[in-house]
Structure formats: C-alpha cells, structure tokens
C-alpha cells in the first residue's frame, strides 16, 4: 500500500444530510495520519436546505483551505443532483463516491424544473470519472440500526477508495459520535467498508 | 497534539489566554462563533448586546474601567458600531480593546462585500489580518498588546473562509481562572475618556503619529514579534499578501519572493520599500479592496500588478488567484483540466425554510396580498420570504430597516399597504427605535414581528426577549407587545404562527389599522429551540390527493411527489417525508381537498 501524501476530497449535499460532522471527521482523519489537514465549507444561509459543499485537504503542508476546480481528487456527494452539480470539480482521473439517493429541491416540487433522469445523470458522471461508486447509504444506515449513521456508511466507503489504514478512520468516526451510538456507528462503518469493497 | 479549530474558535482561545476579560457581541455570520467560544472559557464575563453598537459602547465602558475587552461583529455590523468607533479611536484605550470582525466575501450569508479594512483606515487604527486558524489565535494575542502598547483599538479581521475554516493548532486545556473585578475607577489616567470638541482637536494630531509610529513598530520590532513573514525565493517577483490570499498564493507560486503581511493597515512601509529594492517588480495580491496597494501606491513604491488582475470584487480563491497570476506572466498557462459541466440540466436548489418554521403560515398568507400590499422584509431566516415559493419580501437593506421603509412608503402616499417584517432578535436589534418614529409620525404601516423566541439564522442565539444570557443565567426577558404598547402604538395583537386563517384575519385588520402603526407579533418557536414541541406528523392520503399543488405554496422540504400518477392530471401525487416533518399542520389547513391529515 502506498502512502497517501495529499488529497483533496469535496463533499457535497444538502444542508441537514449530516456532511459537516463527516468532513470534520475525514479532516481529522488527514492529522491522525500524520499529515496536514485543513477544511472548509460555507454557513448560514446556504445550509438550510440549500446546496452544502465542504472541501477537505490533507497535504504535508496545506496552503488554501479550499479544493480547486478541475483539481479534486475525490468527489463525496451525499445526494444525486449534487453529484452532477459538482463533478466538473473533479480532475480527469478523480473519482466519484455518489449516494444513491434523490432530493428534490423546491424548483422540482414546484414544477418548475425536472429532475434529471437518474440513469442518464450516473452515465454522465461515470463518462467523466475514473471510477463512480454508488452507495445505498441511507437503506445501510436503517440496516446498521439508525438512519443518523449515513455519514458513517459514506465515510467507510471513503476510506475504503483511499490508501489510509481503516482503523485511523473506525477511531476518528468513534472519537466524534456520541457515546450511546457508538454500536450503530461501528455496524454503519463495517457495512460501508463493505459496499466500496466490492 | 495538534487538533482543528476554525478561525473563529481559534481567535477566542487566543483572546483567552491573552487575558481578554470582558467581551460582547451580536451574532453575525461569519462572526458568531468567537463569542459562543470565548464564553465557555473561565474566568470571562461573555454578553450578547441587543446591536453592535451596543456591543461595542460595553467593550468601551468595560475597557475604560480597566478591562482587557473584545467586541465581536461582521462586517455590516461595524457600520452600526461605527459612531461609537470613530471616537474611541480618538480617545484612545487605557486596557487592551480588540474588535474582531468578520467579513464575507462573495456575500456567501450577507448583503454586501464590504472590507472592514477601510474602517480601521477611517477611524485610523491598526488592522491584523491573520491567514490560518493558528495565527487566529497568535495575532489575538498581538492585537491585545499593540493596543496596550500604542493606547490604541486593534481590529482583528477575518472573512468567512478564515472563520469557517479549520486547521491545526496546538492543543490546549484552558487552566481554571476567576474573574476579576475592576480596580477603583482612575480619572487621572492620561488619556481622555470625554470625548468633548476640545479633546477631539487635541487628540487628532496624536492619532495621526500613532499611525506613523505603529508602521515604525510594524517595520521593526512587529517583524521580530512574528507578525509578518518574509521568504525570500526567486527574486525577480515579489508578492506582498495578507489573510488568506496569503494561502493561495504559497501554493500557486511556490518559487516567488513573498512578503506577507500580518498587519495591512498601517503597512509597515519601510520593510517594504527593502524588500521592493531586492525584487524585479512588486505584486500585491489582496481580497477584496485594494487597501494595502493604495499605500504602497501613495509611498511612491511601484506595484507591478495588483488589483489590474486580482479583482476586487468576489472572494479569491485558488482558481481566480491562478487567473491573476497567469494574467500577470507570473505562472504559465496550463491547459486547465476538463471543467465543463455535464451535458444535463441541473436544476437550482435555493435555501427554504425549515420544515414546522414559524414563519411559514405568515409567508404563504401574505403572498396573496400582492396586489394590495407590499412588504418591506428584515435580516433574518425569514429574508427566505423573498424567495420561491412566497417571493413575498418587495424591499430588504440592512437590519432593522423594515419599519422605517414601510413608514417612509406609507407616509410618501404609497398607493398599497405597507407591511414590515421584522424577527424578534431583529426588532430589539433595531425596530424600536424606527416603531417609535411610525407611532410619532402617525404611519398607517403594520408591522409583523415574527416572534420565533430565538435569533435563529446566525444559529440559535439568545437574546432580550428570551431572558437567557450568552452564559446560560437567567435574565429578564422583554415582552414584545408590552414594548409595543409602551411606546403608544394602539393595535397590539398576538397570533400563534401556526393558524393559518387565524394569521391572515389579524393580518386583514392591521391593514385595515388607521392612525398610527398597527403591531401584529407572530409567536410561535423556532424548530431547534427547545420551546418548539413537535407533534404526530402528517400523512398524504393518496386516495384523496388531486396534485392541485396548493400545499407546495407553503415552501415545506417535507413536502414532496410521490411515484403515484393521479390520472386525471397526470400529475404525481403529493406525500409527506417522515422523516423530514415535524406535524406543524400548515400543509393540511391549506389542502383544499383535506387530503392531509395526522399519520396514525
């Protein structure tokens, strides 16, 4: 296994689906690897219900706390759309890490705009990409034994797309949760290990 | 052991240990979080003010007794703050007086880009611009002692990306520590506290040489201290840069000479003009305004590229900083990577209202008075009343604005009803004062305070009206009708925000109100304080649901089509998600069909 000596992950969703503990979490992750690690993301009015985006570098030395266009390594989109919205941030040989579920924002709801095809939306990110891998987070989450654990399934499956010792990633996840869900997490962690596995 | 910390929890452990004591502020993003932070360290007095300017006149008189202070705002803020600014400035501070602020470029949660570095220029006081959330905590501490050393206020200025940011510092266990008092009050202390016409004449000439003597400290003993950081690579370009400009900037031109500057205003011009002569040309890369190339500019020192290719407007960020760089010759251009979007329409996704928000049933009651009305909107989560689906706000400025717009409206002649719209944290902020005004003038304006118990938009604060303190003490929480009353308005009427026939009716008869202003206070909690009870949650009866659409009006994210196709429109079926609802009951009240109602 190489080491990996910097990475710029993007994670993208919609404000409530729990992406700001999951990229503090993977920012951790980068110190606990003994690397340097910064993140950053947007607040306020953009989270309630909007597009949240929030980027995560680790690098021996990180300068910007924010990714580049056309430079993520790793695109995390907790949400269909958002993958589509966001994966021209991706450099050519990036890789997409797409929760297979669908939020239909107002504009839908509201009949004034369609939400693209979901077939046609996955074959047009996996043009782009390396590689795409679709998580069923949310059914994982249920299984696990709390829907809470979403963010933990896509961060297992996370860690099992970069070169990084999954223990690094089980303890960060553990260290952040609350105590009393400490046994659904580890079962949310080992199931989405699984799913990026395979 | 190093852990994360955003720029803003940083500033307030640096201002801990640096001995900050009293501290106040109102919650502004990207400001907030400095004060929840240095509230929970021991040994501090940490207040919420009803406004910025009040948060900054408790530091003034706090300091001027002797404390070691910190006030904390963004950017727009210190435009309320700013009279009490401009003078303390003046008088000068017997104890050190830090005013944080956080600016928002790109106006990410904000209604302008202002630079808060031309208020440190105005008022003339320095400015320190820290780059990392390590710095945060280290310039805090340097802030503390350039006002003590030169008697002078200090800002320390963030912007969204510093605030919100997090990166590595040096973990640490804040020590217990009691709070002190204040010593017997000095009134031989040299500097002039009375701020009186003479005093101002006297003082502006010694402001003036505080200025010269602090780029004089910055030049020489600034630079020991750490404050700015000088690296010396190719020489034929050389960048001076600040803040998190600084960040992109080491990363994009790896090899330049670079000058960063920990203090832009007054910038240590000597330091400068030294390392100008040891480059081919000088760079100045800056968010934002053109502050520190103004100076250089006005010293004489040629600046080779600035502002011509780093714009002034919009936050930098990598890709623009790589624009400017490639614009000035300073890196070549590479074929950038593939970043066209995807060849499928992707449709917007604005920010909504909370599912079971308080301010729904107002906002999908007043949208039908379109044409009789128009509504002058306030600073808060309900400025999302502009948006779709209610696009219900015609006017919106700055905080507490509503009233004193609907009053000038009404008093012009306009030809529709005038509402305001104001929060509850909103109106103690500043709808008082403009409410008194519409009494004494006699306006015919209603004036909706959408009472949420909470200053919910910045995140939950406390404030007058719910008798809790930044400190979790119990103080006196301010009756909003009774305030109302007091300063003579004579229609006074509260509602539960989640009637949605009851809202409208009261809404009907405060536009009806003549003779002076008509105050209508929408109660009802904001979801994430703990005043707000959640109830069984609603359920679609799909046997029922002919997708006419009505209960999309109420802007819900719970709210949404299920796969069911209603045949005679062809339309999907409404449903409810259950995780998402909180059984607010507004969708049902305005199905027509009663095909919302409780799920069993």
Partial sequence: ?198 | MKVLLSGNEAIALGAWEAGVQYASAYPGTPSTEVMERFAQYPGVRAEWASNEKVALDNAIGACFGGARVLAAMKHVGVNVAADSLMSVSYTGVPAAFVLVTADDPSATSSQNEQDSRRYAQFAKFPCLDPADSDEGRRFAGLALDVSERFQTPVMLRSTTRLSHSKSAVEAHVPEEREYEGLPRYDRKVAIARTILPSVARRRHPEIEQRLRDLAAWSSTEGFERGLHHLRMGDRSVGVVTTGMAYQYVRELLPDVSILKLGMSYPVPLEKIREFASQVDQLVVVEELEPIIEEQLVNAGIAVAHGKDVFPICGELTPAVVRAGAIAAGLLDSVPTPETAPLDIEIPERYPALCPGCPHRAFFYNVRRYKRKAIVAGDIGCYSMGALPPFTAVDMLISMGASIGMAHGFNRAGGQEAAIAVIGDSTFFHSGIAPLASAVYNRANIAVVVLDNRITAMTGQQEHPGTGITLQGEAGKDIDIAGVARALGVDFVEEINAWDVDGVNSILRKAMAHENGPAVVIVRGACVFTPYFKRQPIMRVDPEKCVTCGMCFNVGCPAIVRSDEIYETSGKRKTAIDPLLCTGCSVCSQVCPVQAIGRAE
């Fill in chain 1, 1 to 198: 296994m190489t080491k990996i000596e910097r990475v710029n992950i993007l994670v993208v969703g919609v404000g409530g689906q729990g992406i700001i503990t999951a990229s503090d979490i993977a920012a951790q992750v980068g110190l606990d690897l003994g690397l340097d690690a910064k993140k950053s993301e947007v607040h306020g009015f953009a989270q309630r219900g909007g597009v949240v985006e929030s980027h995560i570098r680790w690098a021996p030395s990180v300068g910007s706390p924010t990714c580049e266009k056309g430079y993520v390594d790793v695109l995390v989109a907790f949400e269909l759309l958002e993958a589509a919205r966001w994966v021209d941030w991706l450099k050519p040989e990036g890789v997409v890490l797409v929760n297979h579920q669908r939020l239909d924002p107002m504009s839908v709801n509201l009949g004034k705009a369609a939400y693209p095809d979901e077939d046609e939306l996955l074959a047009a990110l996996r043009e782009r990409a390396k590689r795409v891998v679709v998580v069923d987070a949310l059914p994982l989450a249920e299984q696990a034994g709390n829907q809470r654990t979403m963010n933990t399934v896509m961060l297992a499956a996370l860690s099992s797309m970069l070169d990084t010792d999954p223990e690094v990633w089980r303890k960060a996840i553990l260290r952040r949760v609350p105590q009393k869900y400490a046994d659904v997490n580890e079962v949310a962690f080992q199931l989405g290990r699984q799913v990026a596995a395979s």
